[in-house]
């Protein structure tokens, strides 16, 4: 797509440092390095987020992803956990509209890297809970 900076990417018309390329996927160096060795993993085909991803792309990408984390982690051998984050929409943080995968090698829990998880449990009573669930398996197609 015209205009988007992973796709020039992948067309090297701009530069990255590659980790790793086929037919579906092209794997660089995040640019801001948050710890050693943080990859994008994106897919060739222009996608913007996971809503606009179908069920064969999604296999193909994500049966990649395994085999390129193992790597880093072979070449950082201080990797002793890795993050692995999917961005979609602005309000979840996402700054480039073409989708893509962080692989967040981890070294220490004072790396660089957090991410904070706020325990709303006590706000909901076990059936609205037990409804919240039920709405969202009720439109799973
Ligand atoms: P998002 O915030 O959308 O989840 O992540 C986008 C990521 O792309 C950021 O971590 C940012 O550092 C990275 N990024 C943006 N522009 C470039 C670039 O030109 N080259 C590389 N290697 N990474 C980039
Ligand atoms: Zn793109």
Request: glycine letters at 4%.
């Amino acid at each position: 797509m015209e205009n988007c900076i992973f796709c020039k990417i992948i067309k090297g018309e701009i530069p990255s440092a590659k980790v790793y390329e086929d037919d579906i996927v092209y794997a660089f160096l995040d640019i801001t390095q948050v710890t050693p060795g943080h990859t994008l993993v994106i897919p060739k085909q222009h996608v913007q987020n996971i809503f606009e991803y179908d069920e064969d792309l999604a296999a193909e990408v994500f049966k990649r992803i395994p085999k390129i984390a193992k790597a880093i982690q072979t070449a950082f051998p201080e990797c002793s956990g890795m993050n692995i984050i999917q961005n979609n929409g602005e309000v979840a943080y996402q700054s480039v509209f073409h989708s893509h995968f962080h692989l967040i090698p981890r070294y220490s829990q004072k790396d660089g890297f957090s991410m904070a998880f706020t325990d709303n449990s006590h706000q909901y009573t076990p059936e609205e809970f037990k409804h919240r669930a039920q709405i969202i398996q009720d439109t799973i197609q």
